[in-house]
């Protein structure tokens, strides 16, 4: 029972390397998100997508595009990465679907992305 | 702006004592409490949710209360144990914009 997977687990990039992180869920869910975590500041999300096929913007989305694939696959692209995106990204997934934002229920285990 | 405050954000108690983590909210419309554990290097795992017309949920060791009014939830841990050291998050959802706020969590350590 793997949940929600995300890969890579770690990345280092250099200032202006583009790379697109991915996450897939096989809970059969809707609703998929992607949050970063930074200390003191919570966990604040990215994107999201209340269903296959929607996606909209969360509360940090400046520099970020993201890509529903699938009902599975929700992927997160950083074009030309910043140093203050240095963080942990986590892709979260819930059985709720419609219009708005729904709650994220399962996580990944993260992605920790180091930009140099 | 919702903001969710969680004071301490660290504790360290000897194995076996009960122990209250607090939760507090700026913006009491709220439409649920969550609260999630995080291990070390994974992700987040929900332990309970509480509706807004709830004023607590319980699973096995765990109680959390809400108190709307004052903008506060407890987790309350009952004989705690090794194994609960964790970082433990709130989460509110809010009724209008439908989007949750987490707080930055308080790391919990129980010393054997």
């Known amino acids: 029972n793997a949940g929600v997977t995300q890969t890579p687990k770690f990345q280092v990039l250099k200032t202006g390397q583009s790379m697109t992180l991915q996450c897939a869920q096989d809970?059969?869910?809707?609703?998929m998100y992607w949050y970063r975590q930074d200390p003191g500041m919570g966990l604040r999300l990215i994107y999201y997508?209340?269903?296959?096929?929607?996606?909209d913007k969360g509360e940090v989305p400046n520099g970020y595009n993201v890509s529903r694939l699938n009902k599975r696959e929700f992927s997160l692209r950083l074009e030309s990465a910043a140093p203050s995106q240095t963080s942990v990204y986590f892709c979260?997934?819930?059985?709720?679907?419609?219009?708005?934002?729904?709650?994220?229920?399962?996580f990944g285990d993260g992605t920790r992305l180091s930009i140099l | 702006k919702q903001e969710v405050t969680q004071i301490p954000a660290a504790l360290s108690v000897p194995e076996g004592e009960n122990l209250v983590l607090n939760c507090s909210f700026t913006?009491?419309?709220?439409?649920?409490l969550q609260w999630f554990r995080q291990d070390p290097g994974k992700g987040l795992t929900s332990l309970l949710l509480?509706?807004?017309?709830?004023r607590e949920q319980t699973s096995g060791r765990l109680n959390a209360s809400l108190d709307k009014s004052s903008g506060r939830s407890t987790l309350y841990i009952a004989a705690s144990q090794p194994g609960d050291s964790a970082t433990y998050l709130c989460?509110?959802?809010?009724?209008?914009?439908?989007?949750?706020?987490f707080g930055d969590g308080t790391t919990l350590t129980v010393k054997p």
């Open positions: 509480i509706q807004s017309s709830q």
């Open positions: 997508s209340a269903s296959e096929g929607t996606t």
């Open positions: 989460a509110v959802k809010d009724t209008n914009a439908g989007k949750s706020t």
């Open positions: 913006d009491s419309a709220i439409y649920n």
């Open positions: 979260a997934s819930s059985e709720l679907g419609g219009t708005g934002v729904g709650q994220p229920q399962h």
């Open positions: 809970m059969n869910h809707n609703s």
